[in-house]
């Protein structure tokens, strides 16, 4: 029984180089890894799945973008209309994603570091702009502050423009990119744990002395621009 | 103990009161106004609007089509998952990395390479077409869109936990005399499923609410291939705030439940862990 399986792993191995020949040295079999054809199998499923759905959508995204040579495409990105395209994203960017970080830093002390009522209807409200549709998001700061929207007529008074204006896609970005950094942060402190904040803490630290070297300063933020 | 760290650590009242004020004024405003947009159109007119056939149908493909694609990225984004921790694989670093890229990507960006892959003089859409399918412009090319968008969500979600479990009960279970099989569907099914299920629902909220990819591989066909979010677009292309606002409601409800189900999920599953 045995010695057949070993022969089969033997004689499969060479088949599948994409599969690792996870004996090693002593040929014993390894109990907590699959028959090298299952290991090939899945490799090759993963491989063709990400092969239709990723690469070739992105190979295409950049075949596009490049067609007609490297001169076309700068000319392209460097026309006025697209420079300006990309500096207001840059600049969408630089405003929300500090005020995010800010509020992700903060919302992630409060829910790792205390226990509270309401605790883990926090957690849900700060994951809803993931889940509500940009589409809806875009639409609520159009009711909020849109010519018939409840402050509307109060913004138009005062000759503020905010919706249809940089101020409106700023506050857009932040809200569909907020539960990022908050998400994100939130694990890493929760495994950090607070000993070491207690530590420094009978050692004589202030607040912000334990804040700013604590464990969770080394996370960044991931910035997601759409 | 708790009660110790809750008066020990400084900075709750700021951090706290920061955050809950942050999150009223970026979302929680925002969003009162569209309960508050339906109140004022009365139960009736919300009623007719919502069941209205046309809207009827965009729930259905919006729906249908999210649950098929988050299914298809549960069933391969566990494998994608599996390959990525379990072996080597020379470029993994690469693929791993590429696999955020639908996260990244402007979504109309997804959506034009899609529709220039999936139509019918397209990469993939040329060999399909002899087989009489057509991907693009049918509900199909919806399901592929929102599949594409959603894998992020369930191999990044299956991917750690898959990393942190135990080998050793994988040996244990070995010892005991178990196949490779039985030790799957016994020990490590068991272990990923909540992984999995939370990656397909959250897989399924952003199917749900995508708006940008889908545009341009459905073609927007009224009844056919509209799905919700383009709907809501154009009740407000028309100036008709109270309708849109009404579908959107009943999206965001949709939306607020599936969270809720995550969470209650994630839940679940470490106090589990912390018993067993």
């Known amino acids: 029984m045995l010695s057949d399986e070993r022969e089969i792993e033997g004689l499969m191995s060479g088949e599948m180089p994409l599969a690792i020949a996870a004996t090693p040295a002593t040929h014993l079999r390894d109990t907590t890894t699959e028959p090298p054809w299952v290991r090939g199998l899945i490799t090759g499923l993963a491989l063709l799945f990400l092969g239709i759905f990723l690469f070739i959508p992105l190979a295409a995204v950049f075949t596009e973008a490049f067609r007609q040579g490297l001169y076309v495409y700068l000319a392209a990105i460097s026309n006025s209309e697209a420079r300006s395209a990309i500096e207001l994203t840059l600049l969408t960017a630089a405003i929300a994603v500090p005020l995010n970080l800010l509020f992700g830093v903060m919302a992630a002390w409060a829910i790792t570091r205390f226990q509270f009522p309401g605790r883990s209807l926090l957690i849900t409200l700060i994951d809803l702009p993931f889940a509500v549709s940009p589409v809806i998001s875009g639409m609520v700061f159009v009711l909020l502050f849109g010519a018939q929207g409840l402050a509307g007529g109060w913004l138009a008074a005062h000759h503020l423009k905010i919706v249809f204006a940089v101020p409106g896609i700023v506050l857009a970005t932040t809200f569909v990119t907020f539960p990022f950094i908050a998400r994100e942060l939130i694990p890493v402190m929760e495994a950090a744990g607070v000993e070491q904040e207690l530590a420094a803490l009978t050692l004589g630290a ?10 969770c300063r080394t996370s960044n933020g991931v910035c997601f621009t759409e | 103990m708790l009660s110790k760290r809750r008066n020990v650590l400084p900075g709750f009242g700021l951090t706290l ?4 004020a942050y999150l009223s004024l970026i979302a929680l405003i925002p969003l009162a ?3 508050l ?24 493909l919006s729906i249908g089509a999210s649950c098929a694609g988050a299914t298809i990225d549960a069933v391969f984004g566990v494998i ?3 390959t990525l921790v ?6 993994k670093d690469i693929i791993d990395s590429i696999v955020d890229l639908p996260f990244a990507l402007p979504t109309s960006v997804a959506g034009i390479a899609l529709t220039a892959i999936y139509a019918e003089n397209g990469w993939i859409g040329r060999l399909a077409a002899p087989l009489g399918i057509r991907i693009a412009f049918t509900p199909l090319g919806v399901i ?4 594409f968008i ?16 135990d080998r050793e009960l994988e040996e244990a279970a070995a010892t005991l005399g178990a196949s490779r099989s039985q030790t799957f569907m016994r020990i490590i099914a068991p272990a990923l499923m909540p992984a999995a299920i939370t990656g397909f629902a959250l897989a399924f909220a952003r199917a749900l609410g995508e708006y940008g990819s889908v545009v341009f591989i459905s073609g927007n066909m009224p009844m056919r291939t509209e799905v919700v979010p383009l709907l809501i677009m154009t009740k407000l292309e028309e100036f008709d705030y109270q309708g849109a606002a009404a579908i959107a409601m009943v999206m965001l409800v949709v939306s607020f439940m599936m969270l809720l189900l995550v969470n209650l999920l994630q839940r679940w599953s470490t106090t589990r862990d912390a018993l067993g």
Not at chain 2, 17 to 20: A, R
Not at chain 2, 144 to 147: E, G, M, Q
Not at chain 2, 153 to 161: A, E, L, N, S, Y
């Open chain 1, 206 to 215: 202030n607040g912000w002395q334990i804040f700013s070297e604590s464990p």
């Open chain 2, 17 to 20: 009161g920061y955050t809950i």
């Open chain 2, 33 to 35: 106004m569209l309960p």
């Open chain 2, 37 to 60: 947009k339906t109140a004022g159109m009365g139960w009736q007119s919300f009623w007719t609007t919502v069941t209205s056939p046309r809207v009827l149908a965009a729930f259905e």
């Open chain 2, 80 to 82: 994608v998952a599996w």
């Open chain 2, 86 to 91: 379990r072996y080597r694989l020379p470029g």
């Open chain 2, 144 to 147: 592929v869109a929102l599949a």
């Open chain 2, 150 to 165: 959603g894998l992020p969500f369930v191999v990044r979600t299956v991917q750690p936990v898959l990393g942190d479990l």
